[in-house]
């Protein structure tokens, strides 16, 4: 069941490049509408190098040059900014700096003394570490760390770019685990890049198909059954009900 009130409201006219060898522009990303609803798992699915990064990098404001509107809204939300967490491709905690550090960088004023973000990071497994520098940490921990620092800051949009890439199967299935079980205690709104249907049809409440060139929204498709319900049975029809929209 989602909450009323929408996060976020992307009107994407144009993103565009320029090439530093040649100075061509070319445009990324064209003609996007995306809305995203308090409490909703939207992931954004489609190939390698289309541009779903470049997206979530616009919405973080990372990347503020493009040619559109970005508005964040809702009750919860002041001053119309979002508290936003990101987990990026790469974990990117700071070497010089300890687990601890690199988390506590990212948490408000209000939340310094409070005992809540080592608790996700002893949800994540990784509760041991937290006097660790990330030098110290195997790709897998890093990642845990990484996920557990998104969580921490509490936020109102969570953004993951493939927040499970370059982990083996085993490794990755964990993780997978151990994020829906934080998110079900902890619902925010997600937006989560995938190349990978079968993660998209286990987590999203709605899936945003991307394709053409330049890259737009082909189609998104609704996810009724709760994810707590989706066994692989389940999983398996809708991927083949999705296929055979396609």
């Known amino acids: 069941m989602l909450a009323a009130g929408r996060v976020l409201r992307l009107q994407l006219d144009k993103k565009s490049f320029r090439s530093a060898e040649t100075q061509k522009v070319q445009t990324v990303l064209q003609n996007i509408v995306l809305d995203v ?6 992931c954004l699915f489609g190939p390698s190098g289309c541009g779903k990064t470049t997206l979530l990098n616009l919405i973080a404001g990372i990347d503020s040059e493009f040619e559109g509107k970005l ?23 700071l070497p010089w700096m300890t687990v601890e550090s690199n988390i506590r960088l990212v948490l408000p004023k209000s939340q310094q003394s409070s005992d809540l973000p080592w608790r996700y990071l002893d949800r994540m497994g990784v509760g041991n570490v937290r006097k660790s520098f990330p030098g110290e940490l195997s790709l897998g921990m890093a990642r845990r760390v990484s996920l557990a620092r998104a969580f921490a800051v509490q936020p109102q949009l969570l953004l993951m770019d493939e927040p499970f890439v370059s982990l083996d199967q085993q490794n ?5 685990e151990l994020m829906m079980e934080v998110w079900l ?11 990978d249907l079968d993660e998209a049809i286990r987590f999203a409440d709605r899936i945003i198909f991307f394709g053409n060139d330049p890259t737009s929204i082909v189609r998104e498709s609704l ?8 066994n692989s049975l389940i999983r398996s029809e809708i991927r083949q009900q999705l296929v055979e929209q396609n």
Request: hydrophobic residues 40%; glycine residues 6%; contains cysteine.
């Open 37 to 42: 609803q308090d409490q909703e798992f939207v």
């Open 71 to 93: 508005t964040f809204g809702s009750p919860t939300i002041e001053d119309g900014q979002a508290r936003l967490g990101y987990v990026f491709q790469d974990p990117l905690l």
């Open 172 to 176: 990755a299935e964990v993780l997978r």
């Open 185 to 195: 205690e902890n619902r925010c709104a997600v937006l989560l890049v995938t190349h």
């Open 223 to 230: 996810i009724q059954t709760q994810q707590i319900e989706r």
